[in-house]
């Protein structure tokens, strides 16, 4: 029989699964929807149990139903960062709190660059503090919910949740690490003791590895738990978007991944990472790698907001709708904020806003003005990497949003750059069964299992209407910015 390699991402909205043969083929797909919780607003939740677990079980049950040979190895992506706080016997004490959508910690972010320092924290680990750092999580936690804080005894992420289960071994990721500021040092690739004990004290920190290492081996607990063959090697894994990357190829220098997702997320490969207030800097998928980062709070999720308020049509009929209204929607301009806005931002009190509405827009105008302002938001992420030293020398798009041909066009004519589109873009699961063979040897981590199908160029007659509209997009956020925030203060009083 063959070898077989699984990899399953648990995403912000739904999970999903491959089983592939070393050499890229896929031998089968599977998903499973879940719910993203709001509690309130700024709060994004996840049930550790009834989501991460349940669908990782679920996925193994479907996939291994359609394996015709030999589990050689398994590896788990999932969103993040995120701060997952157990007991000892690694229980889930409360809803996990996911990544930089979850902006509940704004007074820590703050507390805590006044304390330590921004050029001290930029310093050890190339990022600011933001909504998306695990650190300033970690101390709302031991503020806001002391009965949980005296009950935990780590924290754990989505793919290291699952490691656990699957292996006993308490690790995590290098890349994921490098987002859990300022708790780690991005140039001595370790734990920063001294915060980690002023911030979190008592906490135990994971064992480090990088992504396409071997955490641990299937115990048999994890076997009767998912059908998986005992001994099974399992990879540590890292955050979706990182395994997203991997799974296109994008790990040179100047190469970038364009995550079209519920949320929208960009990784750039640099051979030196500079330090921007405005990005991350992170660790890399392997040993010696780092990117610069940027992600939008919003892209997707936008869509599925507009579908479900316009009585759930068919994706198909609202992209049918759009395609037909002329670029730039006729005077409809969209801030994109409707969580709030990570890079080049971030303003977690930043609002959503829909200008120069008339009675003659409709459905389609909306939809397509909400995908305009997602170009527009990568635009200025793009350009806030090179005004950060960085160059992009080739983008490629991945995820489920480049399955039309309306959205990443719409990128390419606002962005003027053109898109590569791979010849699988299922995103980070495929990644995660490519990661899965480089732990096992069964892959060369140089091997380009994902060749490119097609590429996306830009319209020249595009760039005037484009262009003018871009200029209309910065200054409204500028101009609308304190009432924004007046609104998120009353938002977060109801």
């Known amino acids: 029989m063959s070898e077989l390699l699984v990899g399953i991402d648990i995403g912000t909205s739904s999970s999903k699964g491959v089983l592939a043969r070393p050499d890229g083929e ?36 479907e996939l291994a139903e359609g394996a015709r040979g030999d589990i050689a190895g398994l590896c788990v992506s999932g969103i993040g960062p995120c701060l997952l706080p157990v007991d000892p016997n690694g229980g889930p004490l409360r809803p996990a709190i996911l ?34 750092a695990v650190g300033p999580k970690l101390l709302w936690l031991l503020r806001n919910e002391p009965e949980v804080w005296e ?5 754990l992420m989505a793919n ?24 780690y040092d991005l140039a001595a690739g370790a734990w920063i003791d001294e915060w980690a004990e002023d911030i979190a004290p008592g906490l135990r920190l994971p064992r480090l590895v990088w992504p396409g290492e071997i955490a641990g081996r299937v115990t048999d607990d994890g076997a009767a738990a998912t059908g998986l063959r005992a001994g099974t090697p399992v990879a540590a894994g890292t955050i979706d978007a990182w395994a997203e990357a991997a799974s296109v190829g994008v ?20 051979a030196d990472v500079p330090v921007s207030e405005r990005l991350w800097s992170t660790a890399g998928v392997f040993s010696g790698t780092r990117n610069l980062a940027a992600g939008m709070a919003t892209s997707g999720a936008l869509t599925a907001w507009l579908r479900e308020l316009a009585g759930g049509p068919s994706y198909e009929s609202l992209i049918e709708g759009a395609s037909v209204v002329p670029r730039g929607s006729e005077g409809l301009l ?5 969580a709030g806005e990570r890079t080049p931002l971030f303003d977690p009190d930043a609002r959503g806003l829909i200008c120069g509405l008339t009675l003659n827009h409709g459905r389609g105008h909306i939809y397509r003005a909400l995908l305009e302002a997602t170009a527009f938001g990568v635009r200025h992420n793009l350009e806030a990497m090179e005004e950060a030293g960085a160059r992009i020398d080739r983008i490629v798009a991945v995820g489920g949003g480049t399955k039309g041909d309306l959205w990443t066009q719409i990128v390419t004519d606002v962005t003027g750059r053109p898109q590569e589109i791979p010849q699988q873009t299922i995103g980070a699961a495929y990644g995660d069964a490519w990661l899965a063979g480089v732990a096992t040897g069964l892959v060369e981590p140089d091997s380009d299992w994902n060749p490119i199908a097609s590429v ?23 101009s609308t910015r304190d009432i924004s925030h007046a609104l998120a203060e009353i938002q977060s009083d109801g």
């Open 26 to 61: 896929i031998v089968a797909t599977a998903e499973r929807a879940h719910e993203l919780s709001l509690p309130r607003p700024g709060w994004a939740e996840h049930d550790a149990e009834g989501v991460w677990w349940a669908d990782f079980t679920a996925l193994c049950g």
């Open 99 to 132: 990544y930089g959508i979850d902006t509940r910690a704004s007074a820590e972010i703050a507390e805590l660059t006044e304390r330590l320092g921004l050029d001290e924290i930029l310093k050890r680990c190339g990022s600011p503090l933001t909504s998306q």
């Open 151 to 155: 009950r935990t005894d780590r924290f």
């Open 160 to 183: 290291s949740f699952v490691v656990e289960r699957l292996t006993g071994e308490f690790v995590l990721d290098h890349h994921s690490a490098s987002q859990c500021d300022p708790l």
């Open 251 to 270: 790990r040179n220098p100047g190469d970038l991944m364009l995550m079209y997702g519920t949320t929208m997320f960009l990784i750039a490969v640099l």
């Open 334 to 338: 969209v801030l994109p904020y409707f």
């Open 456 to 478: 996306v160029r830009p319209d020249p007659d595009a760039a005037p209407v484009y262009e003018r509209l871009y200029e209309m997009y910065l200054r409204l956020y500028t």
